[in-house]
């Protein structure tokens, strides 16, 4: 058990439809990142939250969107959606802030979407 | 800009086999690397890591050294097991990517009993 939670762990809409993902990170992590993971297993960092503010941006979609609340749970919200953006989405939190990262991530089970 | 290039999969060998995973990398300065594995139905979890030149990372039976000469960071396993079948990704963190990880395209590993 990595001590991060995703929930949900499954999820299946509609395209144009919209969801949100939750994340709760390892206690005391301050830092959290979003993956999404293809079905050819490629991995895709999308975007990274310290302590409620955004620290890094990956390829990220324009219609996703995130956010690192108050408790350090986060979340990612994904609209308009579309067959192409089933997928697994992953959080992982470590300790450490961009720049001091000893590169130590520590991954949810991840939500699967899958968009019909 | 820094990337990590690492052998195409799926990567097939029975009960016993040594293994090799190669992992590459192009980055300027001296990133750290890393081995994470991703078992089935399961999120990503470090395996092992290297954080300079020579450097050997060693975790449940697998090995890694950091190569600078080569820019090479390979897994290896002496004697793979059923349960080692998963997913392998080779990353590194450099100062010049503000040490974000970036990601090898993995490699899918299947041991046969």
């Known amino acids: 058990d990595s001590g991060v939670t995703q929930t949900p762990k499954h999820l299946i809409t509609a395209t144009g439809q919209r969801v949100t993902l939750r994340c709760s990170p390892r206690?005391?992590?301050?830092?959290v990142y979003w993956y999404q993971q293809s079905l050819d297993q490629g991995l895709q960092f999308l975007i990274q939250?310290?302590?409620?503010?955004?620290?890094a941006k990956g390829n990220i979609l324009e219609r996703f969107s995130a956010q690192q609340f108050p408790d350090l749970h986060s979340e990612l919200n994904l609209s308009s959606l579309e067959l192409g953006d089933s997928a697994l989405y992953f959080c992982a939190s470590s300790a450490g802030l961009a720049g001091t990262n000893t590169g130590e991530l520590f991954f949810g089970e991840g939500s699967r979407l899958t968009v019909l | 800009g820094d990337s990590v290039t690492q052998m195409e999969g799926p990567v097939t060998l029975s009960e016993e086999a040594f293994l090799t995973i190669n992992c590459t990398y192009t980055?300027?300065?001296?990133?750290?690397l890393f081995w994470y594995v991703q078992y089935p139905g399961e999120g990503l979890q470090l395996l092992l890591k290297a954080t300079k030149a020579d450097d050997k990372g060693s975790n449940k039976g697998f090995e890694a050294t950091y190569r600078k000469e080569t820019t090479s960071f390979h897994l290896e396993k002496g004697s793979v097991q059923v349960s080692d079948s998963a997913v392998y990704f080779c990353?590194?963190?450099?100062?010049?990517?503000?040490?974000?990880?970036?990601w090898g395209a993995g490699t899918k590993l299947i041991i046969k009993p």
């Open positions: 206690s005391g992590d301050l830092s």
């Open positions: 939250y310290y302590n409620g503010e955004e620290r």
């Open positions: 980055a300027t300065g001296y990133p750290s």
């Open positions: 990353a590194l963190a450099a100062m010049d990517s503000n040490y974000q990880l970036i």
